[in-house]
């Protein structure tokens, strides 16, 4: 017998910033990959892999990126893996007794870091969305156990 997985939604949270990466959530929709609560953060970089060679690289200097496969070119039917990056709203303060030259202007606080990542399925141009994968992302089967 083969064993079901979830394709989408699939994520593992990487996410650094404790109680902020709580409050950013993945949304996928047949034709975009988004994340809700992430209007706060700065300086975010969304990754996307996948077949054929597929790289693309979406930046948003406030709020968090959105992926549109309307506009990605073709993507072939398969398993892509994304990446996100950016800065939390939430601040940690900077340890360190070096003079960095700044002088009034250098800042006792950073912001702390946020990262998320997670794969998707392409199937005839859309994403798969709530529907179950058969096989591996790999494409071996899956033994149930």
Do not use: C, W
């Not at 997985?5 to 650094?16: H, M, N, Q, S, Y």
């Not at 996928?28 to 996948?50: K, P, R």
């Not at 406030?62 to 398969?78: C, S």
């Amino acid at each position: 017998m083969r064993h079901l997985i979830f394709a989408v939604p699939l994520a593992v949270t990487l996410g650094l910033a404790g109680a902020a990466s709580a409050e950013v959530a993945e949304r996928i929709n047949a034709g975009s990959l988004s994340f809700s609560g992430g209007n706060e953060y700065t300086n975010a970089v969304l990754t996307i892999f996948g077949p054929d060679d597929f790289t693309a690289e979406l930046k948003s200097e406030k709020g968090l990126p959105v992926f549109r496969v309307q506009t990605a070119g073709k993507m072939e039917d398969g398993f892509y893996q994304y990446s996100l990056v950016a800065a939390s709203p939430e601040m940690e303060k900077v340890n360190t007794s070096v003079n960095n030259g700044r002088g009034d202007t250098a800042r006792a606080a950073t912001n702390v870091p946020f990262s998320t990542s997670g794969i998707f399925q392409i199937a005839d141009g859309s994403i798969v969305v709530g529907t179950e994968a058969r096989g591996g992302g790999d494409t071996d089967p899956v033994v149930k156990e």
